[in-house]
T-cell receptor, first 114, second 113 residues
């Protein structure tokens, strides 16, 4: 079945540092890939998405590229801010998920220190 | 503004009691979902509904029940049969099943005493 694996957190960075959160997936067919963000005490919000191989999703300075050859969708940001502190979830969907909705990774907590 | 409203935000219940979590959306979305979130485990799908009067079990449906009598509403009942109900519950909706982008409510935190 489909699955998503994310790097364990927490990830602690200083402000303006470079961020990478790794995400790899297992799926049949050609899933769409997503990054969601959850701020403390809130629900999840879509951060970015990519629907086919080599697509790059981007939003608010975050980027992720759909790499089919490595089944990865790593999240990057060149310069993080304290306000980026949150939990980040990688997720996938696709034509072969059948009865499922999105399949989520376990989440990676990011803590940015001033 | 359009969105998803979950209530209550916090709920305490004694063991052996059923409790119902409300989820209402005014986005005119066809599909609705309930997820459970536990620390370090991400989100797990409980139930989903593609259309009014239809719903399907997700990965962890045991001890839960739902109804979908109206397009806007998808309440979740946590029954006494759920062995470990303390968790954060998230409701979501999307324009259709497997379209990928979900819109989430702010969640309901249930604590069993």
């Amino acid at each position: 079945g489909n699955s998503v694996t994310q790097m364990e957190g927490p990830v602690t960075l200083s402000e303006e540092a470079f961020l990478t959160i790794n995400c790899t997936y297992t799926a049949t067919g050609y899933p769409s890939l997503f990054w969601y963000v959850q701020y403390p005490g809130e629900g999840l919000q879509l951060l970015l998405k990519a629907t086919k191989a080599d697509d790059k999703g981007s939003n608010k300075g975050f980027e992720a590229t759909y790499r089919k050859e490595t089944t990865s969708f790593h999240l990057e940001k060149g310069s993080v801010q304290v306000s980026d502190s949150a939990v980040y979830f990688c997720a996938l969907s696709g034509p072969y998920t059948g009865r499922r909705a999105l399949t989520f990774g376990s989440g990676t907590r990011l803590q940015v220190q001033p | 503004d359009g969105g998803i409203t979950q209530s209550p935000k916090y709920l305490f219940r004694k063991e052996g009691q059923n409790v119902t979590l409300s989820c209402e959306q005014n986005l005119n979305h066809d599909a609705m979902y309930w997820y459970r979130q536990d620390p370090g485990q991400g989100l797990r799908l409980i139930y989903y509904s593609q259309i009014v009067n239809d719903f399907q079990k997700g990965d962890i449906a045991e001890g839960y029940s739902v109804s979908r009598e109206k397009k806007e509403s998808f309440p979740l009942t946590v029954t006494s049969a759920q062995k470990n109900p303390t968790a954060f519950y998230l409701c979501a909706s999307s324009p259709g099943l497997n379209t990928g982008e979900l819109f989430f409510g702010e969640g309901s935190r249930l604590t069993v005493l």
